[in-house]
């Protein structure tokens, strides 16, 4: 196939990558011409630790790069099979974009954007053929990250999003199918890991030494909320929450908290700026950890019991199917466990007193029980 990919940055040079190594023929174009160049050497960077590894050959390696085309004039694009647009996440512009792409390309192109969280059929309004858009969500980096959500706008037709899917997964990647709403499936799911541990924090219940050691050593979770808020970068984090926050009409369970706006206004972005929740600049000693397991347990169970809401939530309202949403967060965000399994290895009686414990507690709406945990019992298992 012949696929272009429009915006070079990290997700654009990733994507081709991908791409690539599937053995297609890659077009990437970018405004700036700097970030073609960087692109490319990111790329031929890879493949040399990959020749290194012994994973291709230098054979291979000069046959992918006579594939890759870096391509100043969006034009070059004209005979392409699929579009894959990841430029910076700006409606208008995507917009803009998809208008003159569809000028350039053929009339059975497919166009597709790899926005986070914005609106395909909003994309798919702008343009004359509106079947043929789809978001293919990557995540990042797009060549490690096994997970591809598919979305369909609203005007989507169901052949392209089969046909989309096919052609992911010929890239080697694990597809799953979200409806068009905020934050798709990982990103509107994970929300309560970032928010509910920080909002222990702000209550004063565990330092953040304690929680990431609760959630990781207890909860069996990779890495700790806050290692990985600092890891994905504070302001990326807080934007993501943000947008689904504002998208979903001020939801209270996607509330920003002061305390991460916070550190973004620092500066405090984690560890690309070596300094976020954590210090990475001084070679100081890792603050020791009380090793309660009675507070360490109540905090597992108040985050985990909030992301199982979130994902029988997420089944009530069809954004995703069961497996698609047990799968998302296993192999898109390495949970331990599908968090629809979870909930009905703990039970709904459980689950729905957890979630009705916190909501007596604080009276607040981002604690209410959702419909439907009341059938976790038989849909997660
Ligand atoms: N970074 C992530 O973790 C991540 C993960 C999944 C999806 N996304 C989404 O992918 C998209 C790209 O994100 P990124 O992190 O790669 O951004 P980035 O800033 O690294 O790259 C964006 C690129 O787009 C280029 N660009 C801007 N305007 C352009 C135009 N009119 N035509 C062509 N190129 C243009 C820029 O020069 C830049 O090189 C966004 O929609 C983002 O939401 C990002």
Redesign the pocket.
């Known amino acids: 196939m012949k696929i272009a990919i429009?915006?070079?940055?990290?997700?654009?040079t990733g994507i081709a990558q991908v791409a690539l190594m599937a053995g297609n023929e890659v077009y990437v174009?970018?405004?700036?011409s700097e970030?073609l160049a960087q692109s490319h050497s990111k790329i031929s960077a890879d493949f040399l630790k990959l020749k290194e590894k012994g994973k291709i050959d230098i054979d291979q390696s000069v046959m992918l790069l006579d594939k890759l085309h870096y391509i100043e004039k969006l034009e070059e694009c004209a005979t392409v099979d699929l579009v894959i647009e990841?430029?910076?996440?700006n409606l208008e512009?995507k917009k803009e974009?998809f208008t003159q792409l569809e000028s350039i390309v053929s009339a059975d192109c497919i166009l597709a954007?790899?926005?986070?969280?914005?609106s395909i059929t909003s994309i798919a309004g702008t343009v004359k053929y509106p079947e043929r858009v789809i978001g293919i969500?990557?995540?990042?980096p797009a060549p490690i990250m096994k997970l591809v959500e598919i979305i369909p706008a609203i005007q989507t037709k169901p052949d392209i999003t089969n046909k989309v899917a096919e052609i992911i997964k010929s890239f080697g990647k694990v597809t799953v199918l979200a409806k068009d709403t905020p934050g798709f499936i990982v990103n509107r799911i994970a929300r309560p890991y970032y928010s509910e541990s920080i909002r222990i924090l702000e209550e004063g219940i565990a330092d953040i030494q304690t929680i990431d050691w609760a959630l990781t050593e207890l909860g069996g979770f990779k890495m700790g909320p806050f290692t990985l808020m600092d890891f994905i970068g504070n302001d990326?984090n807080y934007s993501v929450t943000e947008s689904v926050w504002t998208a979903c009409y001020y939801e209270p369970r996607y509330k920003p908290s002061f305390t991460q706006k916070r550190l973004v206004e620092a500066g405090y972005l984690g560890k690309k700026t070596g300094r976020g929740y954590y210090n990475y600049q001084e070679n100081e000693a890792p603050k020791e950890v009380k090793k309660d397991t009675v507070i360490g347990n109540e905090i597992v169970s108040r985050v985990v019991s909030m992301l199982i809401n979130e994902a029988a939530d997420a089944l009530y309202y069809g954004i995703a199917s069961k497996e698609d949403i047990d799968l998302a967060m296993t192999i898109g965000v390495n949970y331990p466990k599908g968090l629809l399994s979870w909930g009905a290895e703990w039970g709904a009686e459980s689950c729905i007193n957890n979630m009705k414990a916190l909501y007596n507690k604080y009276q607040e709406e981002r604690y209410r029980c959702s419909m439907g945990l009341q059938n976790i019992n038989s849909i997660g298992s």
């Open positions: 429009i915006g070079a940055g990290t997700m654009g174009y970018d405004s700036r970030a990841a430029v910076i996440e512009l974009l954007s790899n926005t986070s969280s914005l969500h990557f995540f990042n990326v």
